[in-house]
């Protein structure tokens, strides 16, 4: 049936979601973008308001890539879809491996993340709290990131891409849901009276833990994507 067809692929994109939510930048970026509102002595109202827009402009733009990547890669012969989704499985394993490498010896040597110039001028637009700016942020953000750090966005863009119809588009949907969904509860935490220097904190300390699962996720979804090109598993 359709639906046990889908369930694979709709537990993979759930993982997938989950791995790739706690994106270190742009849970950074609101937590900047926080303590610029906090210090300006703003309401609970303008805070929520501020960082709602910033979160519905990362999910529009992650959105709005993720169907002119899934239309793009739709458009490829079906003789090269094979090669395509090896090179993608090959290069999103070597990106888990960059990511599990930070996990031991975080800042030596290659990493995937903002480069320094990029992640200054995401610093300075936290700084300027309007609302045009909180949206231009939020599409900067996702813009700069999603080359840098969004290799298990790409793992399931080339999934759903194979057999992309409206059940796949809702799939889709849940997963930037997902990816945003820290954001949420980080926003309502603060708003809600959580301390911004314990979310900090718990950033900071986490963070080697959380390259070292997305790693693991990658590693696997490029094997499964292998897999998928080879005809050895096939979900659709």
Known sequence: MAVEAYLPTLTTVVLTGAIDSINPCAIGVLILMISVILA?????????????????????????????????????????????????????????????????????????????????????????????????????VSAVELPCTGAPYLAIITLLSQYFDFTALLMLILYNIIFVLPLVIILFAVAGGKKLQDVKKWKQENRGYMRLFTGLMLIAMGWLLMLIANGTINFG
């Open 40 to 140: 300006g002595k703003k309401s609970t109202g303008k805070l929520l308001l501020y960082g709602g827009v910033y979160i519905l402009s990362v999910f529009a733009v992650y959105l709005l890539a993720g169907l002119g990547l899934v239309y793009f890669f739709s458009s490829i012969p079906l003789v090269l879809t094979e090669y395509l989704s090896i090179i993608v499985g090959m290069f999103i394993i070597a990106a888990g491996a960059f990511e599990i490498k930070d996990f031991f010896w975080y800042g030596r040597g290659f990493s995937l993340q903002i480069p320094g110039f990029l992640a200054k001028k995401i610093h300075g637009y936290a700084s300027k709290t309007t609302l045009p700016g909180v949206v231009a942020l939020g599409a900067f």
